[in-house]
């Protein structure tokens, strides 16, 4: 197969929100430029990203798909990304490894939240953007709404590039800014014909293209100065102007076209070629030596030492694990060893692909700057680094997006818990958005995601994968246990069965630990410890024994005693926090105390003088922050109140309201569905602990009566 080398090489990938026409963009640009056959359709389940059976059977695109063509001598390589948020860490991924995005838009809607998220992680990550009005050809196309929308939200460096003849069904041809050229396209191939402006959209074209000038000459202060000078740009002067100004972020391009009828892909495919970087021009890739902070440089050359990073990891059927990388420098051969430098492992490429969809071509060497694939890597996965031995370096990991939805899993077979665990660390590596972690203190696995639908598919790609089954339901959550008052109790441990008894007791007095509070005047503090649970909060263990009511050797086992049911909790099994306990008084007998008897002493001492001190529930609060659109802000608002939170503030962000607020954990399961729901698909949110405050007393009653019952049941 052809080789290309680093110039010769363009990395694109397609976001925008659900529904924009990222997978029919990129089915019409592969049929333009002569890499398939015809224009797969996402109905019929025939595209070349979509091709997984819950992609097919959803009709949307679920992980990211890489693509590739030959335009004019250049390969571009494409990731066509899913727009449905719950996948959003696919989509930050696949951004981190391009080097120019198109960001797409519908014609009637314009901007929507995955526009927004989408150029948040261009932003994040430098890359050059593009925005591309789709549907051009549909109902009800409102262009000024979307250029006012692009301009109002992404600020003024905007620029219409190509811009529609005419909207709705008569779309048929673009307006060039750059050439002052019409170029018509006729039938579905994708490719067009130069006539000249008509004379009705000249004075407009004329107006947009002496707006892209100014920008242009804005980019760079020697064009500047040439600009005042001279009143224009000569056509070179403008070419690399642009150019350089695209890349640098400085100008982005506004194109339109319709991707269902093929309008507009080929003078797309024209400037990517012309105008877009190679991955040599977007400047040397930072990287760190292996096992230190030091911060080198590394080349996107050929002939350099070979630096690959992992951006994704699939499994696919007969094949096994698909390992998908871009090469930062050198190239990756066929049969090279290399070292895995996230983990040091070594590692040969037994194959080296270049991809299209489901479809893959071996090749016997990829450049610096290109994109593919390798399969069967022993320990290699996502975020990890490959290098040569003499060039040991590690690539800085994507960040993926923190999860804003939790379930518990539960086996619905028993005995199939190892091969549960293989499976989700499997899916975790493949997705690393997708995260499990196994709560100790509660006893459940959780996963998390993006939302319900991602931990859905995660769940059935485990049942038709690796053949296990499981149960989803809501997570018991990490409430505590505190005391408002004081108690004073005392408890006698007494047991007595033929031979060595059983005897301990213990007196105590009990109180919320707070940071330099004073101890009670009648007693006499001899002693005090103070624990950091594992679970927050502090138990403050004081010893006022006087006269030796009670051995030394004794004491540890009365606080053990504490930390056992401090552990498993009074009155909802929950851990409790924030306690003192100075232990003032006891008795021991002369043969049968012994630790056992004491532990247990102070065990049911504490849950006594517990029950005695005003106890309550405490939960976690989350500070979330919901993006919503305008008309939906008093429902979402109003939603947060009826979930028991408190509404911190609101911010616009362009069309979107950002609405903060602090609300109860146990309130928020399921949340980012409703949010969804309340905005017809078009309001996200996130979610991070905050802190831990009271619970109310009918939402407590209503824990401790659900825990009793559990018990009861068991």
Not at 471 to 488: A, V, Y
């Amino acid at each position: 197969m052809k080789e290309y080398t680093t110039e010769q090489i363009r990395n694109v990938i397609l976001v925008g929100h659900g529904g924009a026409g990222k997978t029919s963009l990129s089915e019409a640009l592969l049929f333009t430029a002569g890499a398939s056959t015809r224009i797969g359709k996402i109905d019929e389940g025939s595209t070349h990203s979509d091709y997984r059976s819950d992609e097919i059977e959803r009709k949307i695109s679920i992980t990211t798909s890489l693509l590739h063509c030959e335009w004019r001598n250049v390969k571009i390589n494409f990731l066509d990304t899913p727009g449905y948020t719950d996948f959003t860490g696919e989509v930050k991924g696949a951004m981190r490894v391009a080097d120019t995005a198109i960001l797409l838009l519908k014609a009637f809607e314009g901007v929507e939240v995955g526009t927004e998220i989408a150029w948040g992680y261009a932003r994040e990550y430098n890359v050059p953007t593009i925005f591309l009005i789709n549907k051009v050809d549909g109902e009800h196309v409102d262009l000024p709404k979307v250029l006012k929308m692009v301009h109002d939200r992404f600020g003024g460096d905007a620029a219409v590039v190509e811009m529609p003849l005419a909207t709705g069904p008569n779309f048929t041809s673009v307006i060039d800014i750059p050439k002052m050229k019409t170029f018509v396209y006729q039938g579905d191939k994708g490719k067009y014909t130069e006539s000249e402006i008509p004379a009705d959209h000249l004075n407009e074209a004329e107006h947009w293209r002496q707006e892209l000038l100014e920008k242009v000459a804005e980019s760079d202060e020697k064009l500047l100065e040439k600009f005042f000078e001279n009143g224009t740009l000569t056509d070179d002067e403008f070419r690399a102007g642009f150019q350089n100004a695209f890349r640098e972020r400085k100008i982005f391009p506004i194109i339109s076209c319709s991707a269902t009828k093929n309008i507009g892909t080929g003078s797309l495919l024209d400037f990517l070629v012309d105008i877009t970087p190679n991955p040599a021009q977007r400047g040397h890739i930072k990287a760190h030596l292996t096992g230190t902070e030091k911060e080198v440089s590394i080349p996107t050359e050929a002939n350099a030492e070979p630096v690959g990073f992992v951006f994704k990891t699939v499994s696919e059927p007969h094949v096994g694990e698909l390992s998908f990388f871009k090469v930062y420098s050198g190239k990756f051969t066929h049969g090279s060893d290399l070292i895995n430098q996230s983990r040091s492992k070594s590692e040969r490429l037994s194959q080296v692909f270049v991809i299209n969809g489901k479809d893959r071509k071996e090749v016997g060497h990829l450049f610096a700057g290109d994109i593919g694939a390798v399969v069967k890597l022993k320990d290699t996965h996502t975020n990890n680094t490959l290098s040569s031995k003499a060039f040991s370096v590690v690539l800085p990991p994507i960040k993926f997006p923190d999860p804003v939805i939790s379930q518990a899993i539960i086996a619905k077979t028993k005995g199939d818990e190892d091969k549960i665990g293989n499976a989700l660390h499997r899916l975790h590596e493949e997705d690393p958005a997708f995260v499990v972690t196994h709560d100790p203190e509660l006893n459940q696995t959780l996963v998390s995601g993006q939302g319900e639908l991602h931990i859905t598919i995660m769940v059935k790609r485990m049942k038709e994968r690796y053949g296990v089954d499981v149960d989803i339901k809501e997570p018991r959550l990490p409430f505590r246990e505190r005391i408002r008052g004081t108690s004073r109790v005392s408890y006698r441990h007494k047991k007595q069965s033929g031979g060595a008894g059983q005897f301990g007791e213990v007196y105590f007095h009990m109180e919320q630990y707070r940071e330099g509070a004073p101890y009670p005047n009648d007693l006499s503090i001899r002693g005090k410890e103070l624990e950091d649970l594992p679970w927050g909060g502090k138990l403050e263990f004081v010893t006022a024994i006087v006269g030796g009511a009670i051995d030394a050797k004794f004491v540890p086992a009365v606080k053990k005693g504490i930390m056992d049911i401090m552990t498993s909790g009074v009155i909802a099994g929950y851990p409790v926090a924030d306690v003192r306990v100075i232990l003032h008084d006891g008795k021991m007998h002369p043969v049968d105390s012994n630790e056992n008897a004491f532990k247990t002493a102070g065990r049911m001492a504490f849950k006594e003088g517990f029950l005695q001190a005003k106890p309550v529930l405490f939960e976690p609060i989350y500070e979330i922050e919901v993006a919503v659109p305008e008309e939906n802000m008093g429902d979402v608002m109003g939603d947060i109140s009826g979930r028991r939170g408190k509404i911190l503030g609101m911010d616009s962000n362009g069309s979107y309201q950002i609405v903060k607020a602090q609300v109860p954990l146990k309130e928020l399961y399921r949340y980012s569905t409703t949010v969804r729901s309340m905005t017809q698909g078009r309001g996200i949110h996130k979610q991070k602990f905050s802190h831990y405050e009271e619970m109310p007393r009918e939402t407590m009653e209503k824990v401790i009566a659900e825990a009793k019952h559990k018990v009861e049941e068991e």
